[in-house]
Nanobody, 124 residues
């Protein structure tokens, strides 16, 4: 099965940047949607960005224009470049994967079956 491991979180000042990475293993020849989610204590897990096998991306309004999702198939790695960070971006960030059958990849957390352990991002 697919396993995902995030890294790159940390403490950053408002207006700063971070790049999160998510290394995957166990992918077969299937095609996948990969996505980033975030969650703060007591809140629902929020989908913020997704990318399909062909590189088509989608973003939540809260991060559009500031965050960029990308992938390197050769390295089995998903990235999230975060610029212009705000205190409200503070959260645990998770990557996730699901099989892709075409169409735009959404960020419905109930559809994603493989999850990483999370990496903490603190903007202060």
């Amino acid at each position: 099965h697919v396993q995902l491991v995030e890294s790159g979180g940390g403490l950053v000042q408002p207006g700063g940047s971070l790049r999160l990475s998510c290394v995957g293993s166990g992918f077969k020849d299937d095609r996948y949607c990969l996505a980033w989610f975030r969650q703060t204590p007591g809140q629902e897990r929020e989908g913020i960005a997704a990318i399909d096998n062909d590189g088509t991306t989608s973003y939540a309004d809260s991060v559009k224009g500031r965050f960029t999702v990308s992938q390197d198939h050769a390295k089995n790695t998903l990235y999230l470049q975060m610029n212009g960070l705000k205190p409200e971006d503070t959260a645990m960030y998770y990557c996730a994967a699901k099989l892709w059958y075409g169409g735009t990849c959404n960020t419905d957390k109930y559809e994603y079956v493989s999850w990483g352990q999370g990496t903490q991002v603190t903007v202060s």
